[in-house]
């Protein structure tokens, strides 16, 4: 073989000149939305990564209970978690660029003590221009520390879906997610390295069937369709094998697959180019999830781009999972 390259001996360019690839540089300048993150609980530099790799703008959700330092959590708590967040959301866009809008919702976690208090304060909060996005929220088949019976759960869900309708919000659903098991355990002293929370804390499910995770994601629909809420206002974040199908088969909901901690619950790139082959792109999103109780990664979806492309994404259906599916529901990075 007579090498192209002036080399002492043929190297492996020379078995590359008779492929004519036509590499998408596009994709190195696209820009793209984080519907579900924790960023304001991140540290600066995390935040920095965001803007460096292409973030237009993004979604922080300011409802978690990791937070909240008591439990049962106290609805001042909660009310606090969405103050601290609205507190700091214009520093962050004046110090890395990015958009930076808010999610403010009531997680089920963990049971909050008179949560009528947080409705009734989350009407005024859903009319404040930086927030478009109720959630995260949604039923949740366990819970950390104290227990939230299963009909009180769906009551609070609904009645946030019922001001979303009113206030023309999008919902963010936190569906529970069905990790693979690795087939071992961590001592539970010690817990999940790389998670700051304690498991020896969870409860008892208050969802008593074969596939809880799924059936918690079916009654979040179900008080969806009770509050009047249109399902393509509904985004499921969290989305994974376990719920697929049925999300895409019998509702209008928007699936987001959290890809910034795939280490924990083994969703990736490649299972959303799955469903992008399966179902297109047009209900399909991607967020990080990133917080500061978990080992995340501010560049997992600028990867994801690169990655989605290798699997044989073309860019056009990239774009539209990372910048104009968000952009129409969450009416953000215009």
């Not at 409705?119 to 366990?142: K, N």
Request: overall charge negative; some cysteine.
């Amino acid at each position: 073989m007579t090498s192209p390259h002036p080399t002492a001996r043929p190297t492996d360019a020379a078995h590359l000149e008779d492929r004519d690839v036509d590499l998408p540089t596009e994709l190195l300048n696209l820009p793209w939305i984080d519907v579900h993150n924790h960023a304001h609980t991140l540290s600066w530099d995390d935040r920095e990564r965001y803007a460096l790799s292409g973030c237009r703008s993004m979604v922080m959700v300011s409802s978690g209970y990791h937070w909240t330092p008591y439990k049962p959590v106290q609805a001042s708590d909660v009310r606090y978690l969405w103050d601290d967040a609205i507190n700091r959301r214009g520093a962050i866009e004046r110090n890395h660029f990015f958009e930076a809008k808010l999610g403010l919702g009531i997680h089920t976690g963990v049971r909050i003590e008179n949560p009528d208090e947080l409705l009734e304060a989350m009407a005024d909060y859903c009319d404040l221009e930086e927030v478009v996005a109720i959630g995260e929220t949604g039923v949740t088949p366990s819970q950390h520390v104290s227990s939230w019976g299963l009909d009180e759960q769906r009551a609070v869900v609904q009645a946030q879906m019922e001001l979303a309708d009113a206030h023309d919000l999008p919902v963010l659903l936190h569906t529970p997610n069905t990790s693979s098991d690795s087939g071992r355990s961590y001592r539970p002293e010690l817990g999940t390295p790389g998670y700051e929370k304690n498991p020896g804390l969870g409860q008892e499910p208050v969802i008593e069937r074969e596939n809880p995770a799924l059936e918690a994601v079916k009654i979040d629909v179900e008080a969806a369709r009770d509050a009047g809420l249109d399902e393509e206002r509904v985004v499921a974040s969290h989305a994974d094998e376990n719920n697929t199908e049925y999300l895409m088969a019998e509702t209008d909901c928007y699936l987001s697959y959290t890809i910034g901690h795939s280490w924990l619950i083994g969703v990736d790139a490649a299972d959303v180019a799955d469903a992008i082959d399966e179902y297109g792109p047009d209900r399909i999103m991607i967020d990080t999830d990133c917080a500061n109780v978990l080992r995340t990664d501010p560049f997992a979806l600028k990867r994801a781009i690169f990655e989605l492309y290798r699997y044989g994404i073309d860019e056009e259906a990239i774009r539209q999972v990372v910048l104009e599916n968000p952009r129409d529901v969450f009416d953000i990075g215009q």
